[in-house]
């Protein structure tokens, strides 16, 4: 074996500075970018959440002037901020001309046939009935599931949906349940269309799970939504 | 670069994403949008020019860095380059319109993964000047939506009698729902494909010796 | 969303197939399903890289959520995935170099597949928790490998059929594919849960 040193290979592949520094450098004009994009459209966003969500509180609860968001947790009802409650549950208390309370509003959702189905649901919190729905979002086959869009007789499960609490309040009484077509009995059942079961239940289960968790914490501090006048 | 051949000019660059080296029917690249977007012609082209977008910007911005980025760490590089113009196409849509984001949903976020922009980045974009990567990107883009509408249109009007949500056989039609649910997607791409190729042949037929003779003869 | 571990498997296997009912994944889908050699170990390779990229995401949004910086949630996901693939690739190598050189340019491809992309975003979007994630995660990459797999399969024996010239190539992959997605479109409704 030669004593002699090895002679060092020519080095052609780049140092790991240079490597790092690359990267580093585009990592830097990048984040550069997306922090400006970011901040640049946070306002239209924020806008256009809000004028969507109005739309949709004002399309499912008709007489109402101006939309407050809440959220119900545990502890009572607070405000919604920015900074989430972790088990809250938050829902829109919409108000008339007048301030008076007309209804309240919140959404639910559960998957369909393709994907999830977001519905807003308006609640009367004297009679304790559901009072009607709109389609936030869905992305149901077309002709078929978006059948929940537009069929009157669907339409028509949501005029007046049972979900009166238990004396206790701490349950719906009678759950939400999607029954076939045409074999509707109870005020608490949805007529589910016929043709498309799976879009139907989805809107019933995503109705179900909201007024579950919502009501029981709702109903008991409704009169804290009637107090002061909507900003 | 083939001697004695002049470099492409910024036109030829234009031209050849649009149909000679179309992503969706020549290169067969970006399928996972196209696929699942191309169910109504305002959502093809609405993905397409998204993709347009962060096509010629990533191009652009790789071209400009190609000489600084060492070669072991050009895919990271790239990747991270797309990945930054995604997420600014993604608040961009999100700003303009709620429902066509809602719409377009988390194919937005995935143009990340479209092979054809990575793939443009490292086989044009690293090599170019980046007044011609953009050009050649562009164009890509827009043979990328061309493509794209060709095959949402068909979906649209077969699936929903409507095309850009205008109706366009009344409220009688009686819509092929299939072709706006997933099969219909591998369909109609597949009937264009054929189109194509039953158009090649007859061409390739109408230019055998025999049929140029016979039509020399007619003439 | 609350579904449990058993929907979602089904779902993502079946009548949610990351492939055929979702569309992602379609540059394998299309290009290496010509043999069930090849098909099958690398739906098993991003099987791999989607458990990872799944676990990372749910890892990275823990940190980027409370600080409020969705918005390196791209970057971040798309990096992981890179370094992923990096790691499947030297592995690749060393244990199994026939099988390296056989799925030859398709491994590092695996990082621009949007299955893999696609889970970690599906999973941030439904915000589902850590078992929820990995089932995800590992149903995705099942469905993909099921539908690459029986696309093989097909598409072996399609090659002694008689075809029409116009047909050949990937219009017949794609009509192919497109009977298989309307097939699984059978199970939909499965795992919808009352």
């Known amino acids: ?231 | 670069m083939i001697p004695g051949k002049n470099p492409p000019s910024n036109w030829s660059e234009f031209i050849e994403g649009l149909w000679q080296r179309n992503p969706i029917f020549v290169m067969v690249l970006g399928m996972c949008p196209t696929m699942a977007v191309t169910t109504s012609a305002l959502n093809s082209i609405s993905m397409g020019l998204a993709t347009t977008f962060v096509l010629a910007a990533s191009c652009w911005m790789v071209s400009l860095l190609r000489h600084f980025v060492p070669k072991e760490v050009r895919i990271a590089t790239y990747i991270v380059i797309i990945a930054t113009f995604v997420t600014v196409v993604d608040y961009a849509i999100q700003a303009i319109s709620l429902s066509l984001y809602d719409a377009l949903g988390a194919y937005i976020k995935l143009i990340v993964a479209n092979c054809l922009v990575l793939g443009r980045a490292e086989a044009h974009a690293a090599r170019n000047k980046p007044m011609a990567a953009l050009y050649n990107a562009t164009g890509m883009g827009l043979g990328f939506t061309l493509g794209l509408f060709m095959i949402g249109g068909v979906r649209e009007i077969l699936g929903a009698g409507k095309l850009f949500g205008l109706s366009l056989f009344g409220p009688h039609y009686q819509p092929w729902v299939v072709m706006v649910l997933p099969p219909g997607g591998f369909f109609v791409m597949a009937g264009w494909l054929m189109l194509f190729a039953v158009v090649r042949a007859r061409k390739a037929r109408g230019n055998t010796p025999a049929t140029l003779a016979e039509g020399a003869q007619n003439a | ?194």
Not at chain 1, 208 to 231: A, C, F, N, V, Y
Not at chain 3, 16 to 24: I, K, S, T
């Open chain 1, 1 to 231: 074996m030669s004593e002699q040193e090895l002679a060092p290979p020519l080095s052609t592949a780049t140092s790991s500075k240079a490597m790092i520094g690359a990267l580093g450098l585009a990592a830097t004009i990048c984040g550069l970018i997306i922090v400006t994009a970011y901040e640049g459209t946070l306002d239209a966003v924020a806008r256009n959440k809000k004028i969507a969500t109005e739309r949709a509180v004002f399309k499912v609860i008709p007489g109402a002037k101006t939309i407050r968001e809440f959220v119900a947790t545990t502890g009572g009802i607070q405000p919604a901020g920015p900074s989430e409650a972790e088990n809250g549950v938050k829902f829109y208390a919409a108000y008339d001309q007048g301030g008076a309370l007309k209804g309240v509003a919140a959404e639910g959702s559960a998957k369909g046939y393709a994907d999830e189905v977001r519905v807003l649901y308006a609640y009367d919190p004297k009679r304790q009935v559901i009072t009607g729905i709109g389609v936030v979002s869905m992305h149901e086959t077309p002709g078929i599931g978006d059948k929940i869009l537009t069929d009157p007789d669907f339409q028509k499960n949501f005029e007046a949906l049972d979900v009166h609490l238990t004396d206790d309040m701490k349950t719906v009484a009678n759950a939400i349940k999607v029954v076939k077509h045409g074999t509707k009995q109870h005020p608490w059942e949805i007529d589910a269309i016929s043709g498309s079961t799976v879009t139907s239940k989805a809107v019933g289960k995503g109705i179900r799970d909201s007024t579950e968790k919502l009501l029981p914490l709702l109903l008991p501090k409704i009169d804290k939504l009637s107090e002061g006048k909507p900003t």
């Open chain 3, 1 to 194: 969303m609350h579904d449990s571990v058993g929907q979602i498997l089904i779902t993502t296997i079946l009548s949610g197939n990351f492939v055929l009912a979702m569309f992602l994944g379609m540059c394998p889908f299309l290009g290496v399903t010509h043999s069930v050699k090849v098909a099958f170990p690398l739906g098993l390779a991003t099987t791999f890289v989607i458990l990872m990229a799944s676990l990372c995401a749910y890892l990275l949004n823990l940190v980027l959520i409370p600080l409020h910086m969705e918005f390196l949630q791209l970057i971040c996901y798309i990096t992981v995935i890179a370094a992923a693939v990096q790691l499947v690739e030297m592995f690749a190598k060393k244990q199994s170099p026939e099988l390296f050189r056989a799925l030859g340019i398709y491994l590092p491809l695996i990082t621009t597949n949007c299955a893999v992309l696609g889970v970690a975003l599906f999973q941030t979007a439904r915000n589902y928790s850590f078992v929820q994630s990995l089932t995800f995660a590992l149903g995705g990459g099942v469905g993909f490998t099921l539908a690459l797999v029986l696309l093989a399969s097909v598409r072996e024996r399609v090659r002694f059929s008689k075809v029409p010239n116009a047909m050949m190539g990937t219009a017949l992959t794609l009509m192919l594919a497109g009977v298989l997605s309307l097939s699984f479109m059978g199970f939909a409704g499965l795992g919808g849960g009352e």
